[in-house]
Nanobody, 124 residues
Framework: QVQLVESGGGLVQAGGSLRLSCAAS????????MGWFRQAPGKEREFVAT????????YYADSVKGRFTISRVNTRNTVYLQMNSLKPEDTAVYYC?????????????????WGQGTQVTVSS
């Protein structure tokens, strides 16, 4: 398994940008599908984006498509989430996760390892 540590969250005004990073421990990072999820207060955790092992395939939730970009650098054991045109409804704790099986994964239960989360707050 890998250990995941997110960073890059913070407070930003609507329309602004943030880039989240998720650093993974271990030497098998490239064998994992990576994903980003988020959870707002009082709501269930929801899928945001996922990326295949090589980075050649990505998939996004409709709510973030065209605004967020997921990417990875396997030599740095890091996955990123570039978030542009942020909206107040993007406010949540953002989690990165790693999955062993499949090509891409949009269901939280398919992920084996989770980070501790990083808070993103978008003010109106």
């Amino acid at each position: 398994q890998v250990q995941l540590v997110e960073s890059g969250g913070g407070l930003v005004q609507a329309g602004g940008s943030l880039r989240l990073s998720c650093a993974a421990s271990g030497r098998t990072f490239s064998s994992y599908i990576m994903g980003w999820f988020r959870q707002a207060p009082g709501k269930e955790r929801e899928f945001v984006a996922t990326i295949s092992r090589s980075g050649g395939n990505t998939y996004y939730a409709d709510s973030v498509k065209g605004r967020f970009t997921i990417s990875r650098v396997n030599t740095r054991n890091t996955v990123y989430l570039q978030m542009n045109s942020l909206k107040p409804e993007d406010t949540a704790v953002y989690y990165c996760a790693a999955a062993n099986e499949g090509l891409i994964a949009v269901v939280a239960s398919l992920y084996d390892c989770w980070g501790q989360g990083t808070q993103v707050t978008v003010s109106s």
